[in-house]
């Protein structure tokens, strides 16, 4: 078991001459200097002995480059990395003490799932008992004991899924790195495998350091989410913290489903207390939110607002609204309305009530002050924090 601790690491791609001063227009705005492409940048994080940490960000924002670093499959361009309290940044890959799950499973084809799991026990020179038993331990963790005969194209992928976590586990590594190992699976199976994991994590309490661009993903699996944009840390925190307090609004964008509605308002004061007013409709703030912006000595100024779709109210009174879609969910009708001057989103719950939201319906929508988010307009920070 390790630490794995990450202080100021860098990565950067060189490019050509002729490249080098080009606009990016296929990708990410990643930072382009004179050495190259600069994919991640001033990355620290402290892991924990036994932590299970989640990289996320859409793609090309730097986590699998972050992953790969520390795999020691790409090399650092800056910064120093740690595992356990050894430097690892010029040790290789194989003298880590890692074990990492790819995308696209890397099964040997010609070779059996237990030759597969067994392979890298062979190149240790471990006995063949020893490597028995924990191929076989560790298939009978996956339950996939009965396959060991099988050769990969003989099983489906979320078996295959399992063999390669398998052929990790094998190896008793002190750190787990998973690379996005649920994306090729349809959703069902996916659903499936994320359960596994977890339960798979109470059974070898180890550390991991897991890569998606899936929130959902994320917020399930994850003690922390580190999530990224652009080679950057925007933000770090338990799943709830980064849902319940997002540090901006990418992230306020990016984590939950469907995703924030953001408008704009004013944040003003009256009496000493703020309120956001938008539209006609005045919302007092909650006193914990009161607190955190007098702390902060917050001005009175033009911002954006952030609100889930969960907490949107349709009532009789509030901000106009026009139903321009009705999705019926079961348990609940996602109302897409335009509103504010945009789209909003709201989650209404049916308990057992018919729900009857027409197209072109009117409506009136409004919001609580406890979960209000409110947004700077000069650099999208939360003012609360």
Not at 221 to 245: A, E, S
Request: aromatic share 6%.
């Amino acid at each position: 078991m390790a630490q794995v601790s990450l202080k100021n690491i860098k990565k950067v791609y060189p490019v050509s001459k002729d490249n080098k001063h080009k606009k990016r227009e296929d990708g990410p705005n990643l930072q382009i200097t004179e050495e190259g492409v600069v994919a991640v940048q001033q990355f620290s994080l402290d892991i924990a002995d036994r932590e299970f940490v989640v990289l996320v960000g859409p793609s090309g924002c730097g986590k699998s480059t972050t992953l790969r670093m520390i795999a020691g499959l790409e090399e650092i361009t800056d910064g120093e990395l740690y595992i356990g309290d050894k430097l690892m940044n010029d040790v290789a890959p194989k003298d880590r003490n890692i074990a990492m799950v790819f995308q696209n499973y890397a099964l040997y084809p010609h070779m059996t799932v237990y030759e597969n799991m067994a392979f890298s026990l062979k190149l240790k020179k471990c006995s063949k008992e020893e490597i028995d038993k924990r191929v076989r331990e560790a298939a009978h963790i996956l339950n996939i004991t009965e396959y060991l005969d099988r050769k990969p194209k003989a099983l489906s992928g979320g078996q295959r899924q399992r063999v390669a976590i398998g052929r990790a586990i094998v190896r008793n590594p002190a750190v787990f790195l998973m690379d996005e190992p649920l994306s090729n699976l349809d959703a069902k199976l996916r659903n499936q495998m994320r359960a596994e994991l977890i339960k798979l994590r109470q059974r070898i309490d180890t550390t991991f350091i897991y890569v998606t661009h899936d929130q959902t993903e994320a917020m399930t699996l994850g003690d922390r989410i580190v999530i990224m944009k652009d080679g950057f840390i925007q933000q770090v925190g338990t799943p709830q913290q980064v849902f319940d307090h997002p540090a901006n609004l990418f992230v306020a964008g990016f984590i939950g489903t469907p995703q924030m509605n953001f408008f704009d308002g004013s944040l003003v004061k009256h009496d000493g207390r703020y309120f956001i007013e938008t539209d006609g409709l005045s919302v007092e703030l909650s006193e914990d939110k009161q607190q955190r912006l007098v702390a902060k000595d917050v001005a009175e100024q033009q911002v954006t607002v952030g609100v889930r779709p969960e907490h949107v109210i349709i009532g009789q009174s509030g901000i106009p609204a026009k139903v321009d879609v009705s999705e019926m969910m079961g348990s609940s009708v996602h109302l897409h309305m335009s509103a504010l001057g945009g789209d909003m989103i709201a989650i209404v719950p049916l308990n057992g009530e018919a729900a009857h939201y027409p197209m072109g319906m009117d409506v009136k929508l409004s919001f609580g002050g406890h979960v209000v988010h409110v947004f700077s307009k000069d650099d999208s920070k939360n003012l609360e924090w």
